[in-house]
Structures are given as C-alpha cells and as structure tokens.
C-alpha cells in the first residue's frame, strides 16, 4: 500500500487512524455482525453512533444547549436555499461576497427575498476580506451571511464582520474545525463535511434554537426546513448514516489529538512553514493579501501558466497530489486540512525549492 500526500480541496485527506479503525469495523461492526452501512437508522447500535458524534463535536466546539446540531444532505450548496427559505422573515439578508461559493448563496438568497451585497473583494479577484466593522447593514436584515474561509482563493476572516446585532450565519465548510470557535457569535455556523471532518454526503448546521420556527417560504419542503430536522433530531428520514459515522471517529480523533486549540497549533505551524517559503521565493508567489491568508487553503502561482502546469505534473509524480489550483482561476492550490501531516507540507516545500532550482 502507498499513500500520497493528498493537497485536495475536497473530498479532502483524512485520518490514516480513523480510515483503518473502519476498515477494521467494515465486515462487524462491534459484534453487530454487519457493517454501519447495512444496518437500521434506527437501530440501537446507530442511534449510539449518532448521540455520540453530536455530544463529541458540542465537546470540541462548546456547543452550547440552545444550539440544536443537524446532520443533513444535499452539501453544503443546498444550504445556500435552506438559509433564505428558512431564515428571511422580513424577506432581507446581507451578503458578504467574499469569493465563488458566497456568490452563489447571494444569487440562491436573491430567488426567495431582497439579498442585499453588502460587501464584496470581487474588484481584486476576492484575494481579500473587505473590512467588515462598519458596514451598511440593512435595518430589516433578518441575518447576515458569511462565506469565513474561501476554499478557492484562499481567504479567512480574522475577525468576524460586526453585524450591528443582526443574527450571524456563516459557511464554515473550508475551515471547520480547524481552530477554537465561539458558537455565541453565531445564529447558525454550517458546512459540508467533505474537507475537514469525513466523506461528501453529509452536512453539519449548529443553528441557534430560536432561528428554527414553522414560519418559512410559503411552499418550503418538508425536507428543506430545518424544523423538521430539529425536531426528529436528525432522523427524520434515513441520515447519510456511514458518514456521519465517519465524522464521529474524526471527532474522537480530534479530542485525542488534544482539540481545537492543539489543531489550531499544528495548522499554524503547517500553514506558517507554507507561506514563509513563498514569502522568500524568488519562483512562486501567494496571490492573497498577507492578513487575510486561510490557514487551510493555500493558493499560488508562478507567473507563467506553463511552468505551472508543469509543476502540477511533476509534483504527482513525486506522490504530491491535487496541487492544480481551481479550475476558475489556474495555478496551484495546497489544502493543507486538519488531517494533513507536517511531514505533507514538508514534502511539498522541499519540492517547490528542488523545482524552483531548476526552473530559474
Ligand atoms: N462552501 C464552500 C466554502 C465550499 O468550499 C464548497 C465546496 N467545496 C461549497 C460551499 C459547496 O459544497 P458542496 O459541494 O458540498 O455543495
């Protein structure tokens, strides 16, 4: 067996343990005689499995108890309606447009009600995070959105926009679980797993109990309310069960690692030893701005789409996977998530140097 060093954005690295604690579980899981995959939503064996990830993942984030914690479907590009059907009361949201994926929620919201841009970095090709601590808000908002961490440009916010008391919802889908986080400063923090926390299939939403209400879009489906979730916690219909008991082994595997404080360590120094090198080479070149760079997705450039496209070739065939940056805007792209070793981005900056040597 031979593992690369796996740079995607998503469906992204995950933990070598946790992947062989489920081969191990695959044909019997725990004297059930079946796999996870094969057995009841229903059953007692996954009821544990579920009640277990979400007291895991409220251990980890401090969740506090007027957080209701959904496991949902439909990625997190189904949110992007969820959010507005659900959440415009007044028919008005904010929109912080911070790169592509903001965007399409800012075009989803504007089907269901006024979306309003309130904010966007479009102008410099979204390489930064506009300031955020005196913006328009509109006085009937019913939330403001936010994209925090910019999986294609490679943007987070360092601080959280002030939203003028307005509830906040944001698409953690890039950055979750990468650091400590304060739930209070939410109404709703949501993301697809697919990154950070387990296989695509399953999306996370923690939304404040008071923002769930039976009073959505006239003609909302059953299935898109969160109501209807909240109430079944989860179970409404049958849950994409196997990966929800994959992101519960990867909230296990966070806890043992020491939590959010010890990953937020080992991201910084990961992503620190990524940037410095850029910072000095003569070759490539980050292309955000220095005091809004996401410590998970580190985009860069030569200069010269060739010399890229070549260095995208040759890192494969050194066992450096996924570095071709978005198809949107070229380049290259290192995701350097939780479950990335140190060892990784070493890898990587000693090939960078060998093919910045070579290429002068
Ligand atoms: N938000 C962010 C920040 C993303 O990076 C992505 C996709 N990778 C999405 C939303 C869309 O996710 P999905 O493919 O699960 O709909």
Not at 157 to 185: H, M, Q, R, W
Not at 219 to 230: D, E, I, N, V
Not at 302 to 325: M, Q, R, Y
Request: glycine share 8%.
């Amino acid at each position: 067996m031979s593992r690369v060093y796996n740079f995607s954005a998503g469906p992204a690295v995950l933990p070598e343990e946790v992947l062989k604690e489920a081969a191990e579980e695959m044909l019997d899981y725990k004297g059930t005689g079946m796999s996870v995959m094969e057995m009841s939503h229903r059953s007692k064996a996954f009821e544990e499995i579920i009640n277990e990830a979400e007291q895991d993942l409220r251990d980890l984030m401090g969740i506090p108890d007027n957080y209701k914690v959904l496991f949902l479907q439909g990625g997190a590009s189904q949110q992007f309606a969820m959010i507005p059907m659900n959440f415009m009361k007044h028919g008005v949201a904010d929109y912080i447009v911070t790169g592509q994926w903001a965007k399409k929620a800012f075009q989803e919201a504007s089907k269901y009600g006024k979306a309003n841009k309130i904010a966007s970095s479009e102008d410099k090709t979204f390489s930064y995070i506009p300031d955020c601590s005196d913006l328009p808000i509109s006085e009937d908002a019913d939330y403001v959105y936010i994209c925090e961490n910019n999986t294609i440009y490679g943007t987070k916010y360092k601080e959280l926009p002030n939203t003028k008391g307005k509830p906040l919802i944001a698409d953690v889908s890039s950055c979750f679980l990468s650091e400590p986080v304060d739930v209070t400063k939410y109404a709703m923090i949501y993301g697809g797993v697919q990154k950070n926390i387990g296989p695509a299939g399953v999306v996370i939403a923690i939304i404040r109990e008071d923002m769930i209400t039976e009073d959505v879009y006239p003609g909302t489906p059953t299935m898109l309310q969160y109501k209807t979730h909240a109430d079944a916690k989860s179970l409404y219909n049958t849950p994409p069960a196997y990966g929800i008991y994959i992101c519960g082994k990867v909230f296990k595997w966070l806890k043992k690692m020491g939590g959010l404080e010890e990953m937020q360590k080992r991201n910084e120094k990961k992503a620190k030893l990524l940037y410095d090198f850029l910072d000095q080479s003569k070759l490539f070149k980050g292309t955000v701005v220095e005091k809004d760079r996401s410590l998970m997705n580190v985009p860069f450039v030569t200069g010269d789409k060739d010399l890229d496209a070549k260095f995208v070739k040759e890192s494969k065939e050194a066992g450096l996977e996924n570095l071709k940056g978005h198809r949107t805007v070229g380049g290259m792209r290192a995701s350097i998530y939780n479950a990335m070793p140190y060892e990784g981005v070493e890898a990587l900056v000693a090939f960078m140097k060998k093919f910045e040597e070579e290429n002068q």
